[in-house]
Every structure is written in C-alpha cells, then in structure tokens.
C-alpha cells in the first residue's frame, strides 16, 4: 500500500508545470519580427498596417462599430435553455451509484448502500425533469432542419 501511495505522490509531483523562461528575460531581435505590410489601395494611396502613408491624400477617421454592451442577466439565463444544464445529470449520477456500489460489494455498509439510493433518487427526478424540459424546448425545432435531430432525442 505504502508504495502505491509513494508512487502516486511521484506521479503527481512529477508534472508540475515549468515555465517556458524560467525566470530569464529574452530579448527580441529584429530577424522574428514581421515585415510592415504594404497594400496600394488606389492609384496615389499606399497604406503600410493599415495606415495611409502619402501626404497628398488625407486620412480618413476610421469609423469604428461598437458592439452593444452585452448585460448579463443570470435569472433569465439561468432558466433558458434548462434541459441543456440538466441532462447530463442522470447519467453522471448513475455513473457514480454505479461505481458505489462496486465499491460496496465486497464490505457490506448500511452507509453506502444508502448513498446509492440516494443518488439513483436524485438521477431519477433529474432525468424525469431533462425529459419534460427537452419537450418543452421542442417547439422551436419544429419545422426546422434540426428537426430530426430533436426527433432522435425523444
């Protein structure tokens, strides 16, 4: 036993993470560095990155779209799309009632023996639940061409 625990504890220590410069400054040099890009964009305009470069044509104010300030609303959120957030439970939860009770076939515990119930009612009520929210959201599939795709889900 002690030395399954010595080797885990090796295997775990032995991957830890080593930084890439270990604690050395590297400086840059100019043969990495990436060449300006030069495009001609009319007959008197050339732009390196980007930017006009000939006096004779004068610079445009670059008008930028700004993105409309996404607000999180976490009561609504957390309520769309709740077949999504609640259908792998099941399965997770037999998965570890499962692997209790191969751990509670050997030494017979009460204790254990009622987790597993336990879990396998939780599983029950979550999977009964992802059932009646994957019909409810249903509806927008409808007529869709992932419709077949909620078909093979019922």
């Not at 254990?112 to 009520?125: D, Y």
């Amino acid at each position: 036993m002690k030395t399954i625990i010595l080797i885990l504890i090796f295997v775990l220590t032995a991957t830890i993470t080593i930084s890439a410069h270990e604690g050395k400054e590297h400086k840059k040099t100019m043969s990495g560095a990436m060449p300006d890009t030069i495009t001609i964009v009319g007959r008197d305009t050339i732009t390196i990155n980007g930017k006009a470069v000939n006096k004779l044509v004068p610079e445009q104010e670059v008008v930028e779209m700004k993105e409309q300030e996404f607000i999180l609303k976490p009561g609504e959120q957390m309520f769309s799309h709740l077949h999504n957030k609640i259908v792998h439970f099941p399965i997770a939860l037999t998965l570890a009632a499962f692997l209790f009770s191969l751990l509670n076939i050997k030494k017979q515990s009460p204790c254990v023996a009622q987790s597993i119930k336990i879990l396998l009612g939780i599983s029950l009520v979550s999977a009964i639940s992802a059932y009646f929210t994957g019909n409810f959201q249903l509806t927008p599939f409808i007529g869709e061409p992932k419709e077949w795709l909620a078909n093979t889900h019922r």
